[in-house]
């Protein structure tokens, strides 16, 4: 499984952007799909991720700081994977990563993943 994110940028405080994540390979309705992000200086940090349970379920999960902001979905048609942001924070500045894997309970721990994206970067300024 190759991951592609983008739809990172800069944006003012208060503003919105929609991270996608094209993935190209087998099996992606059955991954969990997540995204983590990385300040300067900090580690990589849980932002939410999309859990398949069974038939067409899926279950959101949110970090504390993102919750009421942002919102993850998929189109397992098109196999991507989408992050919107909105009411984005200075704090929201970092490479934001996508990831897949067969991740069930631990979804928040990183590297229970085995497939990352290149990073796209978000900046929001004050």
């Known amino acids: 499984v190759q991951l592609q994110a983008s739809g990172g940028g800069l944006v003012q405080a208060g503003g919105s952007l929609r991270l996608s994540c094209a993935a190209s390979?087998?099996?992606?309705?059955?991954?969990?799909m997540g995204w983590f992000r990385q300040a300067p200086g900090k580690e990589r940090e849980f932002v939410s991720a999309?859990?398949?349970?069974?038939?067409?379920?899926?279950?959101?999960h949110y970090a504390g700081s993102v919750k009421g902001r942002f919102t993850i979905s998929r189109d397992n048609a098109k196999n991507t994977v989408y992050l919107q942001m909105n009411s984005l924070k200075p704090e929201d500045t970092a490479v934001y990563y996508c990831?897949?894997?067969?991740?069930?309970?631990?979804?928040?721990?990183?590297?229970?993943?085995?497939?990352w994206g290149q990073g796209t970067l978000v900046t929001v300024s004050s």
């Open positions: 390979g087998r099996n992606f309705s059955s991954y969990t």
């Open positions: 990831t897949a894997g067969s991740v069930y309970s631990d979804y928040r721990i990183a590297d229970k993943y085995t497939y």
């Open positions: 999309v859990r398949w349970f069974v038939y067409s379920t899926y279950y959101q």
